[in-house]
Each structure stands twice: as C-alpha cells, then as structure tokens.
C-alpha cells in the first residue's frame, strides 16, 4: 500500500536560515504532490501544488522539488521566521480515479528568533 | 469569500451515542471530501461527494457511518452509533472540479470537529 513519510521529529532552525523538510514515498507513481501547513487548532492550509512532469516549484520563500526516481519531495523556507513555525504535511493524490489526499504525519517545524 | 465551517468545533459524548458532524463547503465547490486524524496518526480520507453523489466512499472505517450531501451543498456525518476509537479530529474539505482526473487540485480545509468519545 502506498506509504509516505515525513520526519516526526521537531525541526528547530534559527530564524533568517533555510528550513528543509523531506517526504518520501514508497509504493506509488502520484500525478502531483502538496504540500500544507497546519497550525494548531487549525485545518490544513494549501501551500505549493507540483506536478509530475515538474522539478520544482516555487512561492515567495517558498521551494519545491519534486524526485520522481527517488521518490522524494523537498519542501524549503528561505530566510525563515518565527511566524513560519508551524506544521508541514505532504499529501499525494491517493488513486487513478479521484483527487483524493493521502497525508504524511508532517514535521513540526520550530524558527527560533 | 468565507471559507469551509464546520459545525460543531468540539463535541464529547459517551460510547453508543449519537453524533452529526455538519460541514458547509466554499460556495460554488461541487467536490467536497471528508478527512479524519486520529491520535498520533495522519490525516485520512474518508469520502469524496461530487455535488449530492458519492464519488467514493472507500475510507469510510464501517457502516456506524453515514455520510449525506443533500442539494449539494451542505454535507453531514453522522455517527451512529460512536465508539472509542472514533476519537480525533474530523476535517472537511472543498474544491472546484479538476480540469481533468488527477491534474489535482486546492482543497480548502475547514478548522475541523475535535470529538472525543467517552
């Protein structure tokens, strides 16, 4: 079955630095991949949308890559701030047939002023 | 544009009762889907609507849920009747329609129902 894995670690980084979360995935060719934030009390909240036939992706200080081979997708925050901490889920569409997610357990991410 | 409500945003009832999650999508959003994150574990789906039909129910843990969308607007889950493990958090979700199957999608997240059964 499809599985995705995110660090469960708490990243801790100093604020004005890069922040890189990872996501892989094993048993699946997804057609895209996203990435969420999630603050606490709060529900997910869309970030960065890439595609298969995409490398990379990019908002503002925010990067994604997208490893097909290496089924991998990395999530980066240039010149990071405290008000970046929060939660970072990636989600794959879960079937041929819908737009359904399926979740990773997402990194907490801390920026330490 | 006000975003996905959910309704009620806690709800604690004992084993056996009776629950029904409400969750008003964006406006004009014909999918709209229904998540669940238990304790220590990730978000999962439970069921996509398009419009009033469901497209698929395959996350659906039992038949102890129901879900319904009638009109296509509004969507309700109920529980019935609840158990422990039941627990955690309920998230519903809305998006336009793709442009085609898999090209994917923003899906618009409400804050979600926190239930705790006791």
């Known amino acids: 079955s499809q599985k995705i894995e995110q660090n469960s670690e708490a990243l801790n980084i100093q604020e004005g630095k890069t922040a890189t979360l990872t996501c892989n995935y094993t048993?699946?060719?997804?057609?895209?991949l996203q990435w969420y934030r999630q603050d606490p009390g709060r529900g997910p909240v869309f970030l960065l949308l890439?595609?298969?036939?995409?490398k990379e992706k990019r908002k503002e200080r925010l990067k994604v890559t997208f490893d097909t081979t290496l089924k991998q997708s990395l999530f980066h925050i240039t010149a990071s701030q405290p008000a970046d901490s929060a939660t970072y889920l990636c989600a794959l569409d879960a079937s041929n047939a819908g737009n359904m997610l399926t979740f990773g357990g997402g990194t907490r991410l801390m920026v330490k002023p | 544009e006000a975003g996905v409500t959910q309704f009620p945003s806690h709800s604690v009832i004992e084993k056996g009762q009776t629950v029904t999650l409400r969750c008003d999508p964006i406006?004009?959003?014909?999918?709209l889907y229904w998540y669940r994150r238990v304790m220590g574990k990730e978000i999962k789906f439970l069921l996509h609507?398009?419009?009033?039909?469901?497209?698929?129910e395959s996350g659906m843990p039992n038949n102890r849920f129901l879900a319904e969308r009638t009109g296509g607007t509004y969507s309700t889950l109920k529980v019935q009747p609840a158990e422990l493990e039941d627990s955690g958090v309920y998230f519903c979700?809305?998006?336009?329609?793709?442009?085609?199957?898999?090209?994917?999608?923003?899906?618009?997240f409400g804050p979600g129902t926190r239930l705790l059964v006791l």
């Open positions: 048993n699946y060719s997804p057609a895209y």
């Open positions: 979700a809305s998006s336009h329609p793709p442009r085609w199957t898999r090209s994917g999608e923003t899906q618009y």
């Open positions: 406006s004009g959003h014909d999918n």
């Open positions: 609507f398009v419009k009033e039909s469901k497209q698929d």
């Open positions: 890439i595609r298969e036939n995409e």
